[in-house]
């Protein structure tokens, strides 16, 4: 099946810093890419939608301009945290989506585990 | 709006156990259905789906089907084992472009 892949798999940073996380697609063209949030012992929260040449679209009540997304090619989309702090210590999940067929199926990344300190 | 309501957790069972993880759903549509499991440190995989009325998705001993008159997609096994040890998402997709609409998760433990 297709792979979606996270880099990196773990980050600790200090408070004030800046993160990045990237989301590959690596056999298959994603013009859509997602972007998940997910608590401990909860359940996954939508944070926004990524298409390739565009804008995402930010779901309520998560800040554009904390969460910058980026969507540069069909196979990559990038997270970046701006000047994290210790509430934004999370598992971030991407999916993205393979086009085409009876039925479109997201496959999810493997998810980054951000701890900020 | 959509939404997935499955049951809470977590479930323990014993080995060779039958498992059933309730789901039911409301959308607008005539949405796909997904049951997807997250083992320990790891992110989502896809274990089955099922794209309209009365289909069944099957994946691993697992088993799920869509029932529109009920509104659910309950997942079931007929013998679990250690190794199915996992939180458990339910999740509907109502059409074309849209993100996935996710339940809670439900945690199951089999214990040997």
């Known amino acids: 099946g297709a792979v979606v892949s996270q880099h990196p798999s773990r980050v600790i940073c200090k408070s004030g810093t800046s993160v990045k996380i990237e989301c590959r697609s690596l056999d298959f063209q994603a013009t859509t890419m997602f972007w998940y949030r997910q608590f401990p012992k909860q359940s996954l929260m939508l944070m926004a939608t990524s298409n390739e040449g565009s804008k995402a679209t930010y779901e309520q009540g998560v800040e554009k301009d904390k969460f910058l997304i980026n969507h540069a090619s069909l196979t990559l989309s990038t997270l970046t945290v701006t000047s994290a702090h210790p509430e934004d210590s999370s598992f971030y999940i991407c999916?993205?989506?393979?086009?085409?067929?009876?039925?479109?199926?997201?496959?999810f990344g493997p998810g980054t585990r951000l701890t900020v300190l | 709006g959509d939404s997935v309501t499955q049951m809470e957790g977590p479930v323990t069972l014993s080995e060779e156990a039958f498992l059933t993880i309730n789901c039911t759903y409301t959308a607008t549509g005539y949405p796909s259905l997904f049951w997807y499991v997250q083992y320990p440190g790891e992110g989502l995989q896809l274990l089955l789906k099922?794209?309209?009325?009365?289909d069944k998705g099957s994946n691993k001993g697992f088993e799920a089907t869509y029932r529109k008159e009920t509104t659910s997609f309950h997942l079931e096994k007929g013998s679990v084992q250690v190794s199915d040890s996992a939180v458990y998402f339910c999740?509907?997709?109502?059409?074309?472009?849209?993100?996935?609409?996710f339940g809670k998760g439900t945690r199951l433990s089999v214990i040997a």
């Open positions: 999916s993205a989506r393979s086009p085409g067929g009876p039925t479109d199926t997201q496959y």
């Open positions: 999740a509907l997709e109502d059409s074309g472009n849209t993100p996935l609409v």
């Open positions: 099922a794209t309209k009325a009365d």
